[in-house]
C-alpha cells in the first residue's frame, strides 16, 4: 500500500527544537486530521514533509513508498507526488495563475512532451467550476490581491490540478467563512479517492464536519499524543486542549 | 536548497561564432583624419560630409571621457586598436539569393529570412558596416515609404537627410556622438510620406565580426505629418578578448501629428562597449516611444531621449535591463519638455544577477514658462544575489505652475519564500526564478511586438540559468 511513514522525526530550527520524536503513517485511500494547540509544531510538520530549507531534521526519518525523501529538493519531493496547500500562499507578481499551472504541469512532463493547450484549459475550467471560481481569475497574478478566502480555495484548484499522491493541508481551514469552508470542503472531497492520501492540519475541529477523517491524531509539544477516530475531535473540542496536559505525553505510533 | 551561486556563466552561444572573412575594405586600426579620407573615399560621399566628418573628429578629440559622471570602464576603451571602417566590397542586395554564402549564414543563423516572410515590410541587414541585404517590400515602396541604407540615403535623397541630419543630435553632443559623425557607417534612413501608416515593423540588423572592430551605425528616421512607423532592431555579436565598441547614433523627427516606435533587444557579448545616442524629436501632437532592452553588453550606456517640442506631444520610454556577472547596464530616459500640455512617461526595470550593476538615469526638464505639461516615472529594480548592485539617479526639475510630475522608486529580491512555494509545485530551483523574473517584467515584455517577447522571454530564461548554483 503506498504510503508516508515518518519514523521518530525530529526537527529544529537554528537551537529550538520543534518536533520530538513525531511517528506517524498515511495511505493513499485515507484521510488523517491532525489538531493541536499553536506551537505543537503543526505547521513545522508541514513544512518539513514539503522541503522547506529553514529547517532542520536532527532525527528520524521520512520515507515514501519505503524511500527515504530527506535528501530530495522540494521541486523532486512534488514531482514524486507530494503536495502541500501553504497556510500563508504566496503572492507572484507578473506571473497568471494560468501560466503558473501550466508550468506546473509542464514541469511533470517528460523532457520534449508539450503540454497540451486545449486539454489544459478544458481541465482547468472543470476544476474551477467545482469550486466557484470565476474565469477571469485565470489571468490574474497568482495570489495578487486575493482575499484569504481566495487564497485559500486557489490552493485547492492547484491540488485539483496536479492531482498529487499525498495532499498535506496546513491549516486550510484558517480565515475562512463558513461559506469557504464549505465550497473548500466539497473541493477537497471531489479528489478524495483510493489515489490519494491526505493530511489535514487544522485548530478547530468545525473542518472535520465537512472532511470526514478516517483517523484523527493529536499533536502536543512536538509529538503525537493521541490518535483515534472522529470521535476523537469531538472530545478535543468539549474538553479543550488542556485535557492533553493532563494526560501523558507518551509518543503514540499511528494507525 | 542550494544558495545561489555569486559567479555567473553566461551562456552567449547564439552569438559565439564568426567567419574568417577577409575583409576587401579595412581602414586600418586606429583613427586620424586619414581614416576619415579613406571613408569618403571608398563611400565616395561628398565633400560636405568629408567637412562635416573632419569637423567631427576634431571636436571627439578635444572633449574628454565622461568620467567625472559615468563609470571608470570606459577607460578601458583603447581608441588606438579599434578598426573604424571595415566592408565586404559588396553594394547592398535585393534579394536573399544574391548574398555571399558565408554571410548569409551568418544572418541565416540569426533568423532573418524567416521573421522577413512573417511579420515584417522590409529587412535591412547590416554586416560590418556596410548594408549587404536591402529589401524594400513593395507594399512599402508603393506607399513611397523610403527605407534604405544612411549613405544611399545621403547620397540619393540629400534634400530630406541634409534637413535633419545632425539637427536632433548635434556632433557636440557628446564625445561619443562626434566619434560617431566622424566614422559613421551604415545604420538606416527612412522617410515617411505624410498620413502614411506603415503595417508592418521595419527592422535592421546589426553585427561586429572581426576583432577590435567597432561599429557606428546612424540611423536617421523622419515620420511626416500624420504618418505612423515602427522600427525594430536586435543585435548579437561574437565572443572576443579585446574590447569591441558600439556606438550608434539614432534621430528620430516626429512631425506634426505622426507616431514613431522605435524598439530595441540588445544582446551583445559580454566584451562589448555599447554607447549610444538615441533621441526624437516630438512636434505638435506628435508621439515617439522608444521600446528598449539590454540584455548583454559589458558596458552599456544609453539614455533614449524626447524633445518634446510641439503642443501636446508625448514622449514615453520603456526600459528593461539584466545585467549579469561583468555587466553594467547604465540607461534610463530624457525627456525635456519644451512646449504646453507635453507628456511624458519613463517605465524602467532592472534586474541585477550574481556580481551585475544596473544604473538608471532619468532625466525630466519642465522649464518655467510651460504650463500642464505631465511627467510620471516609474523605475524598479530587481537583485537576484546578494553581491548584486543597482543605482538610480533621477534628475528631475520641474517649474511653473500648473506642471505634475510624479516618481515613484522600488527595489525588491525574490523571497526565499517565493521560490519554495513554485518547488513545492514542481518547478526547479532555476525554472522558478526564471518564472519570477519574467513575472517581475511582464507588464513591459507585453509591449514588445510578439517575435520579440518571445525571444526576451529565452534569453531571460537563459541568463537566469547561469545565475542558479
Redesign the interface.
Known amino acids: 500500500m503506498s504510503s508516508i511513514v515518518i519514523k521518530d522525526l525530529q526537527v529544529a530550527i537554528g537551537d529550538k527544537e520543534i518536533i520530538r520524536g513525531l511517528n506517524l503513517e498515511f495511505s493513499k485511500g485515507e484521510i488523517h486530521a491532525i489538531m493541536g494547540p499553536n506551537g505543537s509544531g503543526k505547521s513545522t510538520l508541514a513544512k518539513v514533509m514539503?522541503?522547506?530549507?529553514d529547517y532542520q531534521v536532527t532525527g528520524g526519518d521520512i520515507l515514501l513508498d519505503g524511500e527515504s525523501i530527506l535528501e530530495l529538493?522540494?521541486?523532486v519531493r512534488?514531482?514524486k507526488g507530494i503536495?502541500?496547500a501553504?497556510q500563508y500562499?504566496?503572492?507572484?507578481?507578473?506571473?497568471s495563475n494560468a501560466?503558473?499551472l501550466r508550468?506546473?504541469l509542464q514541469?511533470?512532463l517528460p523532457e520534449g512532451e508539450e503540454l497540451d493547450a486545449t486539454d489544459f484549459y478544458h481541465l482547468l475550467y472543470q476544476k474551477m467550476d467545482l469550486l466557484d471560481i470565476r474565469r477571469e481569475f485565470t489571468a490574474r497574478?497568482v495570489n495578487e490581491g486575493f482575499s484569504g478566502g481566495e487564497k485559500k480555495r486557489n490552493e485547492i484548484l492547484?491540488m485539483a490540478m496536479?492531482e498529487p499522491a499525498f495532499a498535506v493541508l496546513d491549516e486550510t481551514d484558517s480565515g475562512l467563512d463558513i461559506d469557504a469552508l464549505k465550497v473548500v470542503a466539497k473541493g477537497v472531497n471531489t479528489l478524495r479517492g483510493p489515489n490519494v492520501g491526505i493530511l489535514l492540519i487544522t485548530h478547530y475541529q468545525r473542518l472535520l464536519n465537512y472532511i470526514i477523517p478516517d483517523f484523527v491524531h493529536v499533536m502536543f509539544d512536538g509529538r503525537i499524543v493521541r490518535s483515534g477516530d472522529k470521535e476523537l475531535a469531538l472530545e478535543l473540542e468539549s474538553k479543550g486542549y488542556d485535557w492533553l496536559k493532563e494526560v501523558e505525553a507518551e509518543p503514540v505510533g499511528a494507525k | 536548497m542550494s544558495t545561489p551561486a555569486n559567479s555567473v556563466d553566461i551562456d552567449r552561444d547564439v552569438g559565439n561564432f564568426f567567419y574568417d572573412l577577409t575583409p576587401a575594405r579595412d581602414a586600418g586600426v586606429g583613427l586620424s583624419e586619414k581614416t576619415i579620407d579613406y571613408i569618403v573615399d571608398v563611400k565616395e560621399e561628398p565633400e560636405w560630409l568629408r567637412e562635416f566628418r573632419k569637423n567631427a573628429y576634431h571636436v571627439f578629440m578635444s572633449k574628454p571621457l565622461p568620467t567625472h559622471w559615468a563609470g571608470d570602464e570606459l577607460r578601458e576603451i583603447d581608441f588606438d586598436v579599434i578598426r573604424y571602417y571595415l566592408a565586404s566590397g559588396e553594394s547592398a542586395k535585393r534579394s536573399w539569393e544574391e548574398v555571399p554564402e558565408e554571410i548569409k549564414q551568418t544572418f541565416e543563423r540569426l533568423g532573418i529570412p524567416e521573421s522577413e516572410r512573417k511579420f515584417l515590410a522590409g529587412v535591412e541587414a547590416q554586416f560590418d558596416s556596410e548594408a549587404v541585404y536591402s529589401n524594400i517590400k513593395r507594399a512599402v515602396a508603393d506607399q513611397g515609404v523610403i527605407f534604405m541604407g544612411s549613405t544611399a540615403g545621403l547620397k540619393e535623397r540629400p534634400d530630406i537627410f541634409r534637413k535633419w541630419f545632425g539637427k536632433v543630435i548635434p556632433t557636440g553632443d557628446n564625445k561619443f556622438s562626434a566619434l560617431n559623425s566622424a566614422v559613421f557607417s551604415g545604420g538606416s534612413f527612412i522617410y515617411v510620406p505624410p498620413g502614411v501608416k506603415v503595417k508592418h515593423p521595419l527592422q535592421a540588423y546589426f553585427r561586429i565580426n572581426a576583432e577590435n572592430f567597432g561599429q557606428f551605425e546612424r540611423t536617421l528616421i523622419i515620420a511626416d505629418e500624420g504618418s505612423e512607423v515602427m522600427y525594430m532592431e536586435g543585435c548579437t555579436a561574437p565572443k572576443f578578448t579585446t574590447a569591441t565598441l558600439h556606438s550608434a547614433v539614432v534621430e528620430l523627427v516626429a512631425l506634426p501629428g505622426a507616431k514613431i516606435q522605435y524598439i530595441t533587444v540588445q544582446n551583445w557579448s559580454p566584451n562589448v562597449f555599447n554607447l549610444v545616442t538615441k533621441r526624437g524629436l516630438a512636434l505638435e501632437n506628435a508621439e515617439i516611444k522608444w521600446i528598449d532592452c539590454n540584455i548583454g553588453s559589458r558596458l552599456t550606456m544609453k539614455y533614449p531621449s524626447v524633445v518634446l517640442k510641439g503642443r501636446k506631444a508625448r514622449g514615453e520610454v520603456i526600459s528593461i535591463a539584466l545585467a549579469g556577472d561583468g555587466q553594467h547596464q547604465d540607461t534610463g530616459a530624457k525627456m525635456i519638455h519644451a512646449a504646453d500640455e507635453t507628456t511624458s512617461n519613463i517605465v524602467s526595470k532592472s534586474i541585477s544577477i550574481g556580481k551585475g550593476r544596473a544604473t538608471y538615469r532619468g532625466l525630466v526638464h519642465v522649464p518655467k514658462h510651460l504650463k500642464h505639461c505631465r511627467n510620471n516615472t516609474e523605475c524598479d529594480a530587481l537583485l537576484i544575489n546578494s553581491s548584486s548592485r543597482t543605482d538610480t539617479y533621477p534628475a528631475i526639475t520641474v517649474r511653473g505652475t500648473g506642471n505634475s510630475t510624479q516618481h515613484e522608486a522600488s527595489v525588491s529580491q525574490i523571497s526565499a519564500e517565493q521560490i519554495f512555494y513554485m518547488q513545492q509545485r514542481g518547478l526547479s530551483e532555476a525554472q522558478a526564478m526564471s518564472l519570477a523574473v519574467n513575472g517581475f517584467v511582464n507588464d513591459l515584455v507585453r509591449q514588445f511586438p510578439m517575435e520579440y517577447s518571445v525571444e526576451l522571454k529565452r534569453l531571460i530564461d537563459l541568463e537566469m540559468e547561469g545565475s542558479v548554483g
Open positions: 514539503a522541503g522547506h530549507p529538493e522540494p521541486d512534488a514531482r503536495f502541500m501553504f500562499p504566496m503572492e507572484i507578481p507578473g506571473v501560466n503558473f508550468a506546473a514541469a511533470r497574478a492547484q496536479l
